[in-house]
Structure formats: structure tokens, C-alpha cells
């Protein structure tokens, strides 16, 4: 198992750069009332058919030749799961795919979300394609960061620019200080 649900993130969108997707949507939805953590990665990727998707959650499963093992989507269904919460994937061969997990936080087995927002900011600065939507949300408040957006106003200046990674790690830190502090309000 990972240590953390945030390095579940990051392998599951790894998978879905591996599946050429032009875009990938993280959603990571904290419900501190129901004590529920839901974290969705969607992509437009090359998807899978009905028969890979039965088998992607065996560990001894992978579409990979450099290992036979493939340990990311088992782990975070195992994770969820045994806080009590729901894991499910769907996806259609050239539509992409999604891969949902509810955890609830107050099992003793929850592992802690992380730094996400590292995450988030290694994604983005790593990979010059594909597109980001994150979405974070907190007790119904939010706030998203979309690499389209700032590719607009940016132009061809990469994100990995000091400047440019910079604004991003401050931007994240600083939008989920707000949202956890609306939160408690």
C-alpha cells in the first residue's frame, strides 16, 4: 500500500498520461459532516474495454511489459475499501476513463490524504502534455486550477519556469488554506 492517498493520485494519473489522454481531471472532495473523502481522476484517454477492466484491479494484472505486477488501481480499491468506503472505475475503449474512491475518514485504517497539492504541482510542472482540471473542495467550497486557462494567458512559457512553478505552488497552498479555513467557519 501507499503511504499516502495523494501518491494514489499521482499513480493513477500517471496511468492516464500513459493512455495519451489530452485531459485529466483530478477531483478531490473533502465532506468533514459525513467524514467522507472522495477523490475522482478522469481522462479522455485511449480507455479500456469490458474485459481489462475486470482484471485491472488484480495486482498480478498489468498492461505493462518492464513489470508483472501493476499495484496502482488495486491499492487505492483495497484503501477504500477498508475504511468502508466504494471504489468503482468505469471506461470505454477511445472515451477514456474514470476511477472513483470514497474513503471514510474516520476508520482507523484511512490513510492521510498528504500533500496533494505537491501532487498536483509535480503533474503540472512534469508533464508538458496533458491538460489539468483540479478540482478541490471542502465542505462544499472550492476552487479549481485549469492548465488550459493558464496556457492561454501564458503562452509558450512552461510551467516548470521558477517563476511559473512559483505561482502555482502559491496559488495551491494558498486556495486550500482558504477552502479548509471557510470551512470551519
Not at 479500456?48 to 505486477?69: C, K, L
Not at 512559457?157 to 521558477?162: A, G
Amino acid at each position: 500500500m501507499l503511504p499516502e492517498i495523494s501518491l494514489n493520485i499521482l499513480d493513477i494519473a500517471q496511468n492516464s498520461i500513459s493512455a495519451k489522454a489530452s485531459l485529466v481531471q483530478i477531483t478531490v472532495e473533502t465532506d468533514t459532516v459525513s467524514r467522507r473523502l472522495r477523490v475522482v481522476i478522469e481522462d479522455d484517454g485511449k480507455g479500456m474495454s469490458e474485459e481489462v477492466v475486470a482484471a485491472v484491479t488484480d495486482p498480478f494484472y498489468t498492461t505493462r511489459t518492464t513489470r508483472s505486477v501493476g499495484l496502482g488501481i488495486p491499492f487505492l480499491k483495497q484503501e477504500a475499501e477498508c475504511t468502508g468506503g466504494e471504489f468503482s472505475i468505469c471506461s470505454e475503449p477511445g472515451r477514456g476513463t474514470v476511477v472513483s474512491a470514497v474513503f471514510c475518514t474516520d476508520h482507523i485504517d484511512c490513510m492521510p490524504l498528504g500533500d496533494v497539492n505537491a501532487t498536483i504541482l509535480s503533474l503540472v510542472t512534469m508533464n508538458s502534455y496533458p491538460d489539468f482540471l483540479y478540482r478541490r473542495m471542502v465542505d462544499g467550497r472550492s476552487f479549481s486550477l485549469n492548465t488550459r486557462e493558464m496556457r492561454e494567458i501564458l503562452g509558450n512559457i512552461p510551467f516548470d519556469q521558477p517563476e511559473v512553478y512559483t505561482f502555482l505552488r502559491d496559488y495551491l497552498e494558498e486556495n486550500e488554506t482558504d477552502v479548509k479555513a471557510s470551512s470551519t467557519d
